[in-house]
């Protein structure tokens, strides 16, 4: 049991550090102005309960003028010196609270945005990065941790202090004091731990809830769908069952924070009265010891109900350090996941020569079902390729694969004959240009989309090249501000909307803006029209006519043009041929999807 409370202990105190580490790496200042608050804050109140005492007995004795001015003049000039010094930390706090609070939201961003991407397609990582989330944004916690942290040395120093004064008068007020404080945090204690619990059950609610109410509220994706099939009163129904679920937690944990908060007082009550009756016979008896005098009676009156405020607060930084560390945990973990670029240190140098894919077979995490299954083959340099299969053959996550966003299960996928884990990952990732099924875009301007780049570092003649190749040309001529236009109404009125077949353009645009030396197009013409098509594709060899492709599409007549077709079927390479030969085989998958496709065109 004591092993096991050191061990919780050790890992505590650990996370503190990561967390303290952490801050000093974005703000020393920050911790030193902390330090020296909490310092300033406790040298003040034992200032104000020892000072008086020598006032006091001054008054009811001599009454020096000169002693008493002496003294008085003390206490004031103490005052004054502390509050100056502790408003000037805490204006210089402020502002850097706010910085460290924006720098700890970035960190966790940059983290997300560079773990390794498995782990956002898996579902406990996902309610990690939500729950780490919520830590930091609703609840800041890093930053009630490093402030409760503060308080607490703060605590610790006013209690010490206390503790000094009281014992000069004996063991007892100490005891009385000690006795009401452990009974304090029996009580708060285990209200925290159901405090931890009920947060703990309160968040997967919070997400489901979050979801469907996000779904009211956003624009026009979800809104045609939800009119068309009538959606709302499901979606409605789903929220007002939330909020009762909420409404009953929420019920339940007021009713028990009231509870614990009466009984924390009725406790402080107690020791407030055994205080002043057993300080009140000393000064009067000496039964009890050493009769003391009326400054000494205000002094220890003062220590003993300062050292239970003391205590009080620092149950409340305890318990609220804990509080922060456990909602912290799902942010400790996260920033504790390896980075993709962590992997590889080769440096990638010259073109793609050749992707040699060596008996991978491939599981997505969580999951024991083969998605691609002992896939050999390879792709030389400048080959245009071609792949089809049915709906879930694994093309995609083919692609995925060769863009390192998952592992390959078994097997190995070779580049220019390296593990591509091998090579450090900017430099590879440098070489692949890929427009997704699911490609994004950005509100930014139409040529930070298409560059990557503010516009200060970019060359607008390339960009305007690639335009016109895409056939955006004329879409940008007709906009006031061409390629500045921002896309998107995400944050300005002004932004522009395009057409699914536009954006689309634009995604490849950036592909090809890239000029990396494999270009991969998971149905790249999917929202286009026809002729739209024809001319993407027509402009497609010309600029990557020196590159490798690889060209993922439904549209079979596309692969007529590539060197060759690799056929997926349920995850394995049922063929990789030219067009040409695929054709000759009568049976093969391809000539049946290519046959039922032209088919309709014929009969058309
Ligand atoms: N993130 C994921 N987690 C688990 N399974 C997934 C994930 N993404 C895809 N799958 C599964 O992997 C299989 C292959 O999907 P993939 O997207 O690679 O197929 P595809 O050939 O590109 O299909 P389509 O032609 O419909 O685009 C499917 O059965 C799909 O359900």
């Known amino acids: 049991m004591y092993v096991s409370m050191r061990q919780g202990n050790n890992k505590e105190v650990k996370k503190i550090k990561k967390v303290f580490a952490l801050a000093w790496g974005i703000s020393p200042l920050y911790i030193i102005l902390l330090i020296m608050n909490s310092l300033i804050g406790a040298m003040q109140i034992v200032a104000n309960v020892v000072l008086p005492k020598y006032l006091i007995d001054e008054l009811v004795t001599s009454r020096n003028t000169g002693s008493l001015l002496y003294i008085g003049g003390a206490i004031v000039l103490s005052n004054l010196i502390f509050s100056f010094l502790g408003k000037l930390m805490t204006r210089n706090l402020a502002i850097q609270n706010r910085y460290m609070n924006e720098k700890m939201n970035q960190a966790l961003g940059i983290k997300i945005m560079n773990v390794d991407y498995s782990y956002l397609e898996n579902p406990y990582y996902l309610d990690l990065k939500e729950r780490a989330a919520f830590a930091c944004t609703n609840q800041s916690a890093v930053y009630n941790l490093i402030n409760n942290s503060a308080d607490l040395l703060k605590s610790l120093v006013t209690l010490f202090s206390m503790v000094a004064v009281m014992l000069t008068l004996g063991p007892v007020l100490f005891l009385v004091s000690a006795v009401t404080i452990i009974l304090t945090v029996v009580v708060l204690t285990s209200f925290s731990s159901y405090q931890v619990r009920f947060f703990e059950k309160i968040i997967p609610v919070n997400r489901k809830y979050g979801y469907y109410l996000g779904l009211g509220y956003s624009e026009d994706e979800i809104q045609k769908d939800a009119r068309l099939y009538g959606m709302e009163p499901m979606l409605l129904s789903r929220v007002v069952n939330y909020t009762n679920e909420f409404m009953g937690e929420f019920n339940k944990y007021y009713k028990k924070q009231g509870k614990i908060r009466g009984a924390v007082n009725i406790i402080a009550n107690l020791q407030a009265a055994l205080t002043y009756g057993y300080v009140g016979i000393r000064v009067v008896t000496k039964q009890f010891g050493k009769q003391i005098g009326l400054g000494s009676f205000m002094m220890y009156v003062n220590a003993s109900i300062q050292f239970t405020a003391t205590f009080r607060t620092l149950t409340d930084n305890i318990v609220g350090t804990k509080q922060m560390l456990d909602y912290l945990d799902p942010f400790l973990e996260l920033m504790d996941l390896p980075e993709v670029k962590q992997e590889g240190d080769i440096p990638f140098e010259g073109d793609i020569e050749s992707v040699c894919f060596e008996h991978v077979t491939f599981c997505y995490p969580g999951s024991e079902k083969e998605v691609l299954s002992d896939l050999s083959f390879q792709i030389n340099k400048g080959e245009k390729i071609s792949i089809v299969g049915l709906n879930g053959a694994g093309k995609t996550t083919l692609i995925k694969l060769i863009c390192r966003l998952y592992h390959p299960t078994s097997g190995k996928i070779l580049i220019n004959g390296k593990d591509i884990f091998d090579y450090d990952y900017d430099s590879y990732i440098k070489n692949i240009a890929a427009v997704f099924q699911d490609y994004k875009l950005f509100a930014f301007s139409l040529l930070e989309n298409i560059t990557s780049k503010d516009k200060e570092r970019v060359d607008k003649g390339e960009v305007n090249e690639i ?53 991969i197009m998971d149905e790249p013409t999917s929202a286009l029209d026809p002729l739209a098509e024809a001319d993407i594709y027509h402009n497609f060899n010309n600029m990557v006519s020196n590159k490798t492709a690889i060209y993922i599409s439904h549209r079979m007549s596309s692969s007529v043009f590539c060197d060759r077709i690799l056929v997926l079927d349920g995850g394995s390479v049922s063929d990789f041929d030219s ?9 093969s998958l391809y000539c049946k999807l290519f046959k039922a496709q032209a088919e309709n065109y014929s009969e058309a």
Do not use: T
Request: proline fraction near 2%.
């Open 467 to 519: 335009v016109k190749e895409v056939g955006l040309e004329e879409k940008i001529e007709e906009l006031p501000n061409g390629l500045d236009s921002l896309y998107g109404k995400a944050y300005d009125v002004n932004g522009i909307e395009l057409s699914g077949g536009q954006s689309q353009k634009v995604a490849i645009a950036r592909a090809l803006y890239k000029n990396a030396s494999m270009v």
């Open 579 to 587: 067009h040409e030969n695929l054709m000759k085989k009568g049976e």
